[in-house]
C-alpha cells in the first residue's frame, strides 16, 4: 500500500524559510515523479512543484520560482520542499502526491496534508 | 498558463440522482484530464484519469468523458458517500492546473 507522510510544517513569521519532507512507502519511490500541491484555507487546488523521479529535473509554479527548491532522496524514499521568502499568501496545507506511471502528470496518492502558517 | 473551470460551482443533490459536472480547458489538452474527490479535513483522491479512465478502487459509478476542451464526470447514482468536492485537472502542460472545483450537496 501507497503511503506519503508529510512533516515540517508550523507557524512561520512572514520572511522566514520552512522545509517540507514527504516520507514515502509501498513502491520503487526513485521510480515515480512527486509533486506539492497546496490548499489554503477554505480555497481550491494548487500545483507547487514537481520532480522526475531521478531528481534531474524540475518544475515551479511560476509565482513561486525563486522561493522553492524541491528535492528528493531516493536512499530515503523522502521528498522534500524548502520554502523560503514566505508571506501570508503562503499560508496552505501542503500536499505530497506520487505521479501516476508512464510519465503522466496525474496524482494517483496524496499525503494527508501538513500545515504552514505564516503570520507574525 | 491554461485555466481550468467547472460548473456548476455547488449542486444539491439527493440520493439515487444522477449528477454531471462539467469542466472546460482554456485551450485544447486532448485527454490530459483529471478527476479529483475531496472530502472536508482529507486530502483529494483521484477518480478518473486520462480523461475516461477509472482509477483502480473507485466504484463504476463514476465516470468520465471528453476531449479537448469540455470533459464531463457523471456520477450515475448517487450514495451517501459521494457528498464532496470534485475538481478537475489538466496534466497537459506546466504549470498543471485545477478548476476551482463543484461542491456536491445533500438535497
Known amino acids: 500500500e501507497v503511503q506519503l507522510l508529510e512533516s515540517g510544517g508550523g507557524l512561520v513569521q512572514p520572511g522566514g524559510s520552512l522545509r517540507l519532507s514527504c516520507a514515502a512507502s509501498?513502491?520503487?519511490?526513485?521510480?515515480?515523479?512527486m509533486s506539492w500541491v497546496r490548499q489554503a484555507p477554505g480555497k481550491g487546488l494548487e500545483w507547487v512543484s514537481a520532480i522526475s523521479g531521478s531528481g534531474a529535473s524540475t518544475y515551479y509554479a511560476d509565482s513561486l520560482k525563486g522561493r522553492l527548491t524541491i528535492s528528493r532522496d531516493n536512499s530515503r524514499n523522502t521528498l522534500y520542499l524548502q520554502m523560503t521568502s514566505l508571506r501570508a499568501e503562503d499560508t496552505a496545507a501542503y500536499y505530497c502526491?506520487?505521479?501516476?506511471?508512464?510519465?503522466?502528470?496525474?496524482?494517483?496518492?496524496w499525503g494527508q496534508g501538513t500545515l504552514v502558517t505564516v503570520s507574525s | 498558463d491554461i485555466q481550468m473551470t467547472q460548473s456548476p460551482s455547488s449542486v444539491s443533490a439527493s440520493v439515487g440522482d444522477r449528477v454531471t459536472i462539467t469542466c472546460r480547458a482554456s485551450?485544447?489538452?486532448?485527454?490530459?484530464s483529471a478527476w479529483y474527490q475531496q472530502k472536508p479535513g482529507k486530502a483529494p483522491k483521484l477518480l478518473i484519469y486520462?480523461?475516461?479512465s477509472l482509477q483502480s478502487g473507485v466504484p463504476s459509478r463514476f465516470s468520465g468523458s471528453g476531449s479537448g476542451t469540455d470533459f464531463t464526470l457523471t456520477i450515475s447514482s448517487l450514495q451517501p458517500e459521494d457528498f464532496a468536492t470534485y475538481y478537475c485537472q489538466q496534466a497537459k502542460s506546466f504549470p498543471f492546473t485545477f478548476g476551482p472545483g463543484t461542491k456536491v450537496e445533500i438535497k
Open positions: 509501498g513502491f520503487t519511490f526513485g521510480s515515480y515523479g
Open positions: 485551450q485544447g489538452i486532448r485527454t490530459y
Open positions: 486520462a480523461a475516461s
Open positions: 502526491a506520487k505521479h501516476f506511471s508512464g510519465g503522466t502528470y496525474f496524482f494517483d496518492s
